[in-house]
């Protein structure tokens, strides 16, 4: 499982150079301001990047949004499943980066049964998944792609989530375990970085 360090903190690229990072970085709209440029930044560190901009839009937009993202350090691309199957389709044939489709927020409450058809129609696109930690459980063995896990915690109480998971609970289960607050509101970030990397490597 590979530990993602979520880029929503003031200022990332100093956070990154004063308390170093995880390889894997999530980036949203809060740094996409800076403009494509800034994935160079993210290169240069030697850090692999998921572009979380949660595209929703008709097929070819999103397949254009995906192409003018793209980029040497990026990992993968966020889709939220609402924009439906065909613009799904469309950013798979987009890239041959990661496309983690979102299902449900983590801060929305909502029961795995009425999504289980919608992910029985997706998996065979051969997309990725962001889920909350307890589907992640629960769907691992039916899923192909990769799991991306938001809403992850150590020490923190939840915050705006709903749904949130310990890293301990999905060790085995998520092949990306996403840590924003965790970390970056921790009193020592770098240290806090630390136990998790000992974590998954125990
Ligand atoms: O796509 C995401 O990354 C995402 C999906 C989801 O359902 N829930 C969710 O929290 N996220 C993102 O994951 C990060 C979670 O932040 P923390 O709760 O601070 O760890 C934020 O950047 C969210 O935008």
Not at 25 to 32: M, N, P
Not at 78 to 90: E, L, Q
Not at 101 to 123: C, F, H, M, N, P
Not at 142 to 153: A, D, E, H, S
Request: charge should be neutral.
């Amino acid at each position: 499982m590979k530990p993602v360090l979520s880029l929503d903190m003031e200022n990332p690229l100093e956070f990154i150079d004063k308390y170093g990072s995880f390889q894997h970085v999530k980036i949203g709209h809060s740094v996409a301001i800076y403009g494509k440029s800034v994935l160079e930044e993210f290169q240069k560190r030697n850090l692999k990047v998921i572009v979380d901009l949660k595209f929703v839009d008709i097929p070819s937009t999103v397949a254009r949004s995906i192409k003018a993202w793209d980029h040497e350090c990026v990992e993968g691309f966020t889709v939220h499943s609402a924009c439906g199957i065909d613009s799904i389709r469309a950013a798979l044939e987009s890239t041959d980066k990661l496309i983690f489709v979102v299902l449900k927020l983590t801060s929305l409450t909502g029961d795995l049964a009425e999504y289980l058809d919608l992910i029985k129609s997706l998996r065979i696109l051969g997309c990725s998944f962001v889920l909350p930690g307890k589907w992640a459980v629960q769907l691992r063995k039916q899923i192909p792609g990769k799991i991306l896990v938001p809403g992850v915690r150590i020490k923190r109480g939840a915050d705006d989530q709903k749904d949130v998971v310990h890293l301990s609970e999905i060790m085995n289960v998520a092949d990306y375990a996403v840590l924003g607050r965790e970390i970056y509101k921790s009193p020592d970030p770098a240290k806090a970085m630390d136990e998790v990397r000992r974590m998954l490597n125990a």
